[in-house]
């Protein structure tokens, strides 16, 4: 994410004082924390004992080895104080005294662990972005994720998002891939406020970014859907309560991201996240989820593995930390760009990983268990349209153009679902955004009123199937403007191809990241400098990768790179229209775009 790259520069941990999260003064010798320390230190002798047994102790930085030297940047402030305590500081320090208060090691750092990082200083073109140090490209203003896992809002708690992106986001607010709302423009004056009115409503910003286990992906339809093995609900909530905010996995090597599905056809894109939950139906044992660990995109991408083990819906929030732990001690922390968990699974395979699981972390045998259901051409998992649920009453999928919404969208919309008589708003992972609970008569009502909002629930196939990154406007690692120019995509191809009968998806990122995972979509657009024809020199646009699929189990793939298929930022609408027409023109019967 944009956030885990810009702590770039070496902090100085003048800010690092001994604070708790919750803002007391870290306690220095209560019984509490001596035992809590006793039993940290046993867990860790254990562990490494357990690691120099089996070899699996090495060089990378690894926790396990016994070693905690911190090896970059990123390790040495998060080694000088949990990252938590920076909320403390932020409410007493830094909201009192301003901007240019705040050390690096927190302001590019900690920050991150309450969901906060530097947007963009406007008008700084692409170009400059790799030649630039953090903190020139650094604006006053903050961006702010709020965390809403398994992508769930209440009426109250979108109105509050949306009215505090009124107040003190200038009307900002994106959905992100990650089931979340991000806000733009936040003063660091208005912090404490803002987290005031987020925790008031029930929602928190806490490791919403950062070297942490971010939101957690959960089916948007958990709980309605008419398909639905198991609602995943009550387990998103364990892992919340066993992890989050815990000084136990508050300093990982990087990122760790989750995801809970209980559909039949899985919707949480679960082959590239650190760990997935999905569900399936054991023979002798019930319900429960098969375990995947290790996927992921960016740099190096790779899919998630099947432990071939299955878990029990009241085992999950454990072998979620057994996870997380093993990522914590044996993950590697030397290099940034192979800090992921992805890197371990690798070097390890699924075998090795799960016998480590079970007799280091678990202390019991996971039972073998089946693979979830491929899904087939139609399924789409996007949620889009107008769908009975199983009680009876529908909900409503509705696509907004790349995820932009506003804060005033985002409070008609808590409006639409109230005056439908619906407590119950939904974000997914494609950046679209659903209500539930709907009684029939009520439906045209949200459908339209959705539609004055640019919110389509029976959109043409480019408003339905495009995702974009943040990208220029905001993010300070990007090379290229992203949402405008997905909205171009948008309007130019919906115009022409009106009757399309196959989706492809158009996926753009700002940058070589992939946050809006270019990778596996079928036509993905990677930010880069590209040779310019008319100029004769580069100029902000994209590589394409063409042919990514997901949920297709062993034909899973990523978008190959195709030499030569660069294109402009202006391009991009005519490239689409090239290869959309000529993959009309050449298809065989029933053969998908990324076939
Ligand atoms: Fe992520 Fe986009 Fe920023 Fe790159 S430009 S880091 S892909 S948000």
Excluded at 133 to 160: C, I, K, T
Excluded at 357 to 369: A, K
Aim: aromatic content about 6%; proline content about 6%.
């Amino acid at each position: 994410s944009p956030a885990d790259a810009t702590a770039r520069t070496a902090p100085s941990d003048a800010g690092a004082s001994a604070t708790s999260t919750s803002g007391k003064p870290a306690a220095s010798a209560t019984d509490a924390d001596a035992r809590q320390r006793q039993r940290e230190e046993a867990r860790l002798i254990r562990t490494r004992d357990a690691a120099a047994r089996r070899g699996t102790a090495a060089k990378d930085g690894q926790w396990a080895s016994g070693d905690r030297t911190p090896l970059n940047p990123n390790e040495e402030f998060k080694a000088a104080s949990d990252p938590l305590e920076v909320r403390h500081r932020i409410e007493t320090m830094y909201a009192r005294w301003g901007f240019w208060s705040i050390p690096p090691s927190d302001l590019r750092g900690r920050f991150r662990w309450w969901g906060l990082y530097t947007q963009r200083k406007p008008g700084i073109d692409g170009g400059r972005t790799a030649l630039l140090e953090p903190h020139q490209l650094d604006d006053e203003y903050f961006m702010l994720r709020v965390r809403s896992d398994g992508g769930q809002l209440s009426v109250a708690q979108a109105r509050e998002i949306a009215r505090i992106s009124q107040e003190f986001g200038r009307d900002t607010a994106d959905i992100s891939d990650r089931q979340n709302i991000q806000l733009h423009w936040i003063r660091i004056e208005d912090v404490p406020e803002i987290f005031r009115r987020i925790e008031a409503v029930g929602l928190f910003t806490t490791e919403a970014c950062g070297d942490s286990p971010r939101v957690i992906l959960g089916s948007p339809v958990a709980g309605v859907a008419k398909d639905e093995l198991l609602d995943p609900t009550p387990q998103i909530q364990a892992i919340i309560e066993r992890g989050i905010g815990s000084p136990e996995f508050s300093n990982l090597p990087r990122k760790f991201k989750s995801a809970i599905s209980g559909t039949r056809v899985p919707d949480i894109v679960h082959e590239v996240q650190d760990i997935a939950f999905v569900a399936v139906e054991h023979p002798e044992l019930g319900l429960g989820y098969d375990l995947w660990v290790g996927g992921g995109l960016s740099i190096n991408p790779h899919l998630g593995q099947r432990l071939g083990a299955f878990v029990e819906p009241d085992k999950v929030a454990e072998v979620w930390a057994g996870v997380i732990g093993i990522f914590r001690d044996h993950g590697y922390r030397r290099l940034r760009t192979r800090a992921r968990l992805k890197f371990l699974v690798k070097a390890w395979g699924a075998e090795k990983f799960r016998q480590v699981l079970q007799d280091d972390y678990l202390g019991w045998e996971l039972p073998d268990g089946p693979a979830p259901v491929e899904a087939s051409p139609g399924d789409r998992g996007d949620h889009v349209g107008i769908h009975e649920q199983k009680d009876g009453r529908w909900y409503i999928g509705a696509a907004p153009v790349a995820g932009r919404i506003s804060g005033a969208k985002l409070e008609a919309i808590a409006d639409i679902a109230e005056a439908a008589g619906s407590d119950r708003i939904r974000l997914t992972p494609l950046q679209k955004l659903l209500i539930l609970d709907v009684p029939q008569e009520k439906v045209s009502d949200v459908v339209n009123g959705l539609r004055a909002l640019e919110l389509e629930a029976q959109p043409g196939e480019f408003h339905r199937n495009v995702m974009a990154c943040t990208g220029i406007e905001y993010c300070k690692l990007a090379i290229v403007e992203t949402k405008a120019t997905a909205r171009e995509v948008v309007k130019v191809l919906d115009e022409k191809f009106p009757d399309l009968d196959a989706p492809i998806s158009v996926h753009v990122n700002g940058c070589p990241n992939s946050c809006a995972r270019i990778q596996v979509a079928d036509i993905g657009f990677k930010g880069q400098l590209v040779h310019d024809e008319e100029s004769g020199g580069q100029v902000p646009g994209f590589q394409v990768h063409l042919g990514g699929r997901l949920g297709r189990g062993e034909d899973n793939d990523f978008g190959r790179k195709i030499r030569g298929h660069k294109v402009t930022a202006d391009g991009m609408p005519a490239y689409v229209d090239r290869v959309t027409r000529n993959y009309l023109e050449t298809r065989e019967q029933g053969e998908a775009f990324a076939d």
